[in-house]
Structure formats: C-alpha cells, structure tokens
C-alpha cells in the first residue's frame, strides 16, 4: 500500500472512527486500519481502496465496542464480589 493512501485517507478515516469512539481510541484504531491494510494485501481488481478501507475500520470500532463491554461486565462483577465481600457482620 503506497504511503500516498495513508496520507490521502487517514484523516477521513480517522473523523469516521472518531464519530463513535473516544478521540484517543480513534488515534489508535485509524492507525491499526493502515496496519491492517498493509497486512490486507489490497487488490484493486476487487473495487476501489476507500470502501476497503471503511470496512476495515468498521471491524476494528465493533471488535473494539465488543472488548470494552467484556471489559466493564468484568469489572461490575468484581465490583459486585468485592462489595458482597464487605458487608458489617453486625
């Protein structure tokens, strides 16, 4: 993937992602999207670069909303054992 995709996409890519996730997420995951790309191999006989490029980023924000909810369901049921756990015997 030639950097003049990056340069040509990032910022675009970056705004759609800041759209629905926190602007320090969106720093990590517009970049993890380039990575993926490089990865990806694109092939421009299947279509154009942008919609690839959308798709990507797509997968990364719903894998992304999908650790941080495991994340907080972890959370509230160490919290729930911690406070069951501190109760007044008396």
Same mark, same amino acid.
């Given at each position: 993937?030639?950097?003049?995709?990056?340069? #040509? @996409?990032?910022?675009? *890519?970056?705004?759609? *992602?800041?759209?629905?996730?926190?602007?320090?997420? +969106?720093?990590?995951? /517009?970049?993890?999207?380039?990575?993926?790309?490089?990865? $990806?191999? @694109?092939?421009?006989?299947?279509?154009? =670069?942008?919609?690839?490029? @959308? $798709? *990507? +980023?797509?997968?990364? =924000?719903? #894998?992304?909303?999908?650790?941080?909810?495991? #994340?907080?369901?972890?959370?509230?049921?160490? /919290?729930?054992?911690?406070?069951? $756990?501190?109760?007044?015997?008396?």
């Amino acid at each position: 993937m030639p950097t003049d995709l990056f340069d #040509r @996409y990032f910022a675009e *890519i970056h705004r759609y *992602i800041a759209r629905r996730l926190p602007t320090d997420d +969106a720093d990590d995951l /517009a970049a993890e999207v380039f990575l993926a790309a490089l990865r $990806g191999r @694109y092939d421009p006989a299947v279509g154009e =670069v942008r919609p690839w490029l @959308y $798709g *990507i +980023a797509t997968n990364l =924000v719903a #894998r992304h909303r999908r650790t941080e909810t495991t #994340r907080w369901k972890a959370l509230s049921r160490a /919290a729930e054992r911690d406070w069951d $756990g501190h109760e007044d015997p008396h």
